[in-house]
């Protein structure tokens, strides 16, 4: 079931939605749960489009039927796919959509992003529609947070779970599909924790390699110059002004992180694979590389959590960093 290329991992879900499947006992609405960029979009999509599909074995889509290619064009008239208008799901979007749903006799599949941005109104308007549902409808909701739903709803729902996958078969899985460099396949699986979405997404990122080199540079630096506080500061500035600022800290923490790793576990093998441009690495203390690592996932946590300064809090941080390490 479900069995499209993309739509890699997930075991548990493909077999609990696969035995749905097979004993017809889809309710009228189903909840699919995960984190952003574990692709619940995609799965909620061929969901919907295998129970379109007019000549669908129990659990696949035929691909071929109207049904199958109107999807795929966009186009198919049993198939709604409802998101925020905004920062909200309002009433209006809900009710609007209500009507169609109540022409008998063909199935409709409404699919809610986001759902859990619906308004208190909306998510009445939806929860009338549950209580009361017209034959061959089913909602697909798709959430990060589900306490965000009312109870009333969610205990209306099937609920599934989409987690993030192990990132060694992500690795491969960019390796072998998608064509990407080992080393850079084992990266891109890390940096995205194992969400294939957020995965993709990078993979697809024309700045990547750029962004990695970048890292790799400052990395050295801070570990082998000793740099004067002003360049340290210019580089606060430079790096303050970038919107991927996030990603670069992260891959920086994964490049000490590596180094911590390595000289760990240290052995004529390692030391062989280890490429020569981070042979630098091997000079760093275990406890100065842990202190870096510490510093820099404080400063990720303090941008993400908090409305600190970014200038102020990076110049910090690459001054200690720096101190740590050389
Ligand atoms: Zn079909």
């Known amino acids: 079931m479900l069995n499209v290329k993309n739509l890699i991992g997930q075991e548990e879900l493909r077999r609990l939605l696969t035995s749905t499947l097979e004993s017809g006992k889809i309710t009228?609405?189903?909840?699919?749960?995960?984190?952003?960029?574990?692709?619940?979009?995609?799965?909620?999509?061929?969901?919907?489009?295998?129970?379109?599909?007019?000549?669908?074995?129990?659990?696949?889509?035929?691909?071929?039927?109207?049904?199958?290619?109107?999807?795929?064009?966009?186009?198919?008239?049993?198939?709604?796919?409802?998101?925020?208008?905004?920062?909200?799901?309002?009433?209006?979007?809900?009710?609007?959509?209500?009507?169609?749903?109540?022409?008998?006799?063909?199935?409709?599949?409404?699919?809610?992003?986001?759902?859990?941005?619906?308004?208190?109104?909306?998510?009445?308007?939806?929860?009338?529609?549950?209580?009361?549902?017209?034959?061959?409808?089913?909602?697909?909701?798709?959430?990060?947070?589900?306490?965000?739903?009312?109870?009333?709803?969610?205990?209306?729902?099937?609920?599934?779970?989409?987690?993030?996958?192990?990132?060694?078969?992500?690795?491969?899985?960019?390796?072998?599909?998608?064509?990407?460099?080992?080393?850079?396949?084992?990266?891109?699986?890390?940096?995205?924790?194992?969400?294939?979405?957020?995965?993709?997404?990078?993979?697809?990122?024309?700045?990547l390699d750029e962004r990695i080199a970048e890292a790799r540079t400052l990395a050295y630096n801070l570990a082998v110059g000793k740099n004067p506080v002003h360049h340290l500061m210019g580089w606060a500035e430079q790096l303050a002004l970038k919107e991927d600022l996030l990603p670069v800290l992260e891959l920086l923490a994964m490049i000490y992180r590596d180094g911590l790793m390595q000289n760990l576990c240290r052995s004529g093998d390692q030391l062989q694979s280890r490429e020569q441009s981070l042979i630098w690495l091997e000079k760093l203390m275990p406890g100065d590389l842990e202190e870096a690592i510490l510093l820099l996932n404080q400063a990720v946590y303090e941008l993400v959590a908090t409305n600190v300064n970014r200038r102020l809090l990076l110049e910090k941080t690459l001054i200690l960093l720096q101190r740590r390490l050389t």
């Open 28 to 207: 009228h609405a189903i909840l699919l749960r995960g984190p952003a960029g574990s692709e619940k979009r995609s799965w909620g999509r061929q969901l919907a489009k295998t129970l379109l599909c007019q000549e669908r074995t129990t659990t696949e889509p035929c691909l071929k039927c109207q049904s199958c290619l109107s999807f795929d064009r966009d186009n198919n008239p049993g198939f709604t796919n409802l998101k925020p208008d905004g920062k909200t799901l309002k009433t209006e979007q809900v009710k609007a959509i209500k009507e169609s749903f109540y022409l008998t006799g063909s199935i409709k599949i409404c699919l809610i992003e986001e759902a859990d941005k619906m308004t208190a109104e909306a998510s009445s308007s939806l929860l009338k529609i549950l209580e009361d549902p017209p034959a061959g409808l089913t909602f697909i909701l798709l959430v990060e947070q589900p306490g965000q739903l009312p109870d009333t709803i969610v205990s209306r729902c099937q609920s599934y779970y989409l987690r993030p996958m192990p990132t060694e078969e992500l690795a491969r899985f960019l390796e072998q599909e998608k064509g990407m460099a080992t080393e850079k396949a084992a990266l891109v699986a890390r940096i995205s924790s194992g969400l294939l979405g957020y995965a993709l997404e990078l993979a697809a990122d024309q700045s």
